[in-house]
């Protein structure tokens, strides 16, 4: 079965660097979302991203992120100046179309030192 | 008020129980509603998607959503120790956000 798949599985960064976390969603999906989950809390939803341009985003999503399909294959999430409240598990997900369910991968670990 | 509302548990119940687990929403306007369920560390596995109101089947798992009352349900008939995970339940009004409930933690006793 199809799946979203990202990388890295864990990532430590240091305060105040950038971060680059990577998925490549189901082939033929249409619209892409990166989540966040802090240990213990809910899935809280960041972004979405269909047709090239950001669909909605939270207000968690503030300019120190940004979305990139670079290719016909990656999603990327960029984070500029990590914080050490940016220390969560990452998901993106993927939809194939209006009606159709989010399937999600399995994440990033994202710890900031 | 949260979108969606869910019982964090912990649920134990003993093998082979019928399992109830729920949700509440507060916006009128979700119409997709999921059932994912996480182990830990590893990312939401899509378990049910209803559309709208109504009742769906898939082996030992039921989805229910009644809209007038804005309630979800999720069963789990002859719960199997391998149950035992994080149950989230998300709803959404479109297709460009969705919202999670905290999720209920479940463990099914051997």
């Known amino acids: 079965e199809p799946e979203v798949t990202q990388t890295p599985s864990h990532q430590v960064t240091q305060m105040g660097q950038e971060v680059i976390l990577r998925c490549v969603p189901i082939?033929?999906?249409?619209?892409f979302y990166w989540y966040r989950q802090i240990l213990g809390q809910k899935v809280e939803f960041l972004v979405s991203?269909?047709?090239?341009?950001?669909?909605?985003k939270s207000e968690i999503f503030d300019d120190q992120f940004s979305v990139e399909r670079p290719d016909g294959s990656n999603f990327t999430l960029k984070i500029r100046s990590t914080k050490l409240e940016d220390s969560a598990m990452y998901f993106c997900?993927?939809?194939?179309?209006?009606?159709?369910?989010?399937?999600f991968g399995d994440g990033t670990r994202l710890s900031i030192l | 008020q949260k979108e969606v509302e869910q019982d964090p548990g912990p649920l134990s119940v003993p093998e082979g129980a019928i399992v109830s687990l729920n949700c509440t929403y507060s916006?009128?306007?979700?119409?997709?509603f999921m059932w994912y369920r996480q182990y830990s560390r590893k990312g939401p596995e899509l378990l049910m998607y209803?559309?709208?109101?109504g009742n769906k089947e898939d082996g030992r798992f039921t989805a229910q959503v009644d809209k007038s009352s804005k309630y979800i349900s999720l069963f789990i008939r002859d719960s199997q120790p391998s149950d035992s995970a994080t149950y989230l339940c998300?709803?959404?009004?479109?297709?460009?956000?969705?919202?999670f409930g905290t999720g209920t933690r479940l463990k099914v006793l051997a």
């Open positions: 209803t559309y709208s109101s």
């Open positions: 997900a993927s939809l194939g179309g209006i009606g159709q369910p989010q399937h």
């Open positions: 916006n009128s306007a979700f119409q997709y």
């Open positions: 998300a709803s959404a009004s479109g297709t460009y956000k969705y919202i």
């Open positions: 991203f269909y047709n090239n341009e950001i669909s909605e």
């Open positions: 082939s033929n999906h249409l619209y």
